[in-house]
C-alpha cells in the first residue's frame, strides 16, 4: 500500500478558516458533517456561531481536535478546544503569522508604507556596508 498524498480530511473535529461571510478570517471546528457539500461548524471561542457551512467556502487546517463525539454542541465544544489550545496552536502557526501581516500591511496608511521603506533601506545599507567589510 502507498501512503495517501492527502494529509487534511473533513472529519468531526476538523479546524477550518472561513473564507467568506460575516466571519470570514476566523477559524472554527466541524462539528458534525450534513452531506458531501455542507457541514455543521461551531466556533465558540472564536465568535463564530454553530452553522451549516459549505465546504467551497471552507479551507482545511492541519489541526484536529481529538476525540471529539459527533454532533457535539457548543459547550462541549469550547471545552476540548480550550483544552487543547487550538486556538494558540492556530495563532502560532506560520499560515496565521503570515495571515497577520498582510492584513497589518493592507491596513497602513501612506506615512507608515513611508516608514517602512524607509526603515529598509536603512537596513540593507547596514548589511550592504558590513558585507564590503568583510569582503
Same mark, same amino acid.
Given at each position: 500500500?502507498?501512503?495517501?498524498?492527502? #494529509?487534511?480530511?473533513?472529519?468531526?473535529?476538523?479546524?477550518?478558516?472561513?473564507?467568506?461571510?460575516?466571519?470570514?478570517?476566523?477559524?472554527?471546528?466541524?462539528?458534525?458533517?450534513?452531506?458531501?457539500?455542507?457541514?455543521?461548524?461551531?466556533?465558540?471561542?472564536?465568535?463564530?456561531?454553530?452553522?451549516?457551512?459549505?465546504?467551497?467556502?471552507? =479551507?482545511? =487546517?492541519?489541526?484536529?481536535?481529538? #476525540?471529539?463525539?459527533?454532533?457535539?454542541?457548543?459547550?462541549?465544544?469550547?471545552?476540548?478546544?480550550?483544552?487543547?489550545?487550538?486556538?494558540?496552536?492556530?495563532?502560532?502557526?506560520?499560515?496565521?503569522? #503570515?495571515?497577520?501581516?498582510?492584513?497589518?500591511?493592507?491596513?497602513?496608511?501612506?506615512?507608515?508604507?513611508?516608514?517602512?521603506?524607509?526603515?529598509?533601506?536603512?537596513?540593507?545599507?547596514?548589511?550592504?556596508?558590513?558585507?564590503? #567589510?568583510?569582503?
Amino acid at each position: 500500500m502507498t501512503d495517501s498524498t492527502f #494529509k487534511r480530511f473533513v472529519e468531526v473535529g476538523r479546524v477550518v478558516l472561513l473564507k467568506s461571510g460575516p466571519s470570514a478570517g476566523k477559524i472554527a471546528v466541524i462539528a458534525e458533517i450534513i452531506d458531501h457539500n455542507r457541514a455543521i461548524i461551531d466556533g465558540p471561542t472564536t465568535g463564530v456561531p454553530r452553522q451549516s457551512f459549505p465546504y467551497r467556502h471552507l =479551507t482545511l =487546517t492541519p489541526i484536529a481536535l481529538t #476525540k471529539l463525539p459527533r454532533g457535539a454542541g457548543s459547550g462541549v465544544i469550547r471545552k476540548q478546544v480550550e483544552k487543547e489550545g487550538t486556538v494558540a496552536k492556530w495563532e502560532s502557526s506560520t499560515w496565521a503569522k #503570515k495571515r497577520a501581516a498582510m492584513e497589518k500591511r493592507r491596513s497602513l496608511n501612506d506615512f507608515e508604507r513611508f516608514s517602512v521603506m524607509v526603515t529598509k533601506k536603512q537596513r540593507r545599507d547596514v548589511v550592504r556596508k558590513t558585507l564590503a #567589510k568583510a569582503a
